[in-house]
């Protein structure tokens, strides 16, 4: 038997070695531009939601009043009711979505929790509003 000579082994080497670097030289342009948008649309969702609370300006016995005053729409809205020594009782409002500059009213039983926080995402970014005993809001 006769094996192959050493030039055209060395040619061979050298054509899968090439090969080998440009597949994996088109994966990492590809991975690179991938997580550059990914990371980019992040931070422009971040940017873009910087001023964006929810505001609670009245807890009373039976209601909770929050409301968007920014101009980026909330979603996944919760109200957490809470205070020292209590579970937290999640409640998710009959609407999950706040547009921008409306306010709204959910009916409510407050009975030993000291506190009350509005939870919600803006374009993927968390967001919240509180209110607490002793604060003006809790009436």
Do not use: E, H
């Amino acid at each position: 038997m006769k094996g192959i000579s050493p030039f055209v082994a060395t040619i061979l080497l050298i054509a899968v070695t090439v090969g080998i670097g440009a597949i994996t030289s088109v994966w990492l342009a590809g991975l690179t531009v991938s997580t550059t948008g990914t990371t980019g649309s992040s931070v422009n969702n971040a940017t873009a939601c910087s001023s964006v609370y929810i505001d609670v300006p009245s807890v009373t016995t039976t209601a909770v009043t929050y409301g968007n005053p920014s101009t980026q729409t909330i979603t996944n809205l919760q109200i957490i009711y809470g205070g020292a020594g209590l579970t937290a009782a999640i409640v998710t409002p009959s609407s999950s979505t706040l547009s921008p500059g409306t306010y709204t009213t959910t009916a409510t039983v407050r009975t030993t929790n000291s506190s009350v926080q509005v939870k919600g995402l803006c374009l993927g970014t968390p967001v919240a509003g509180q209110c607490a005993t002793g604060q003006t809001c809790w009436q």
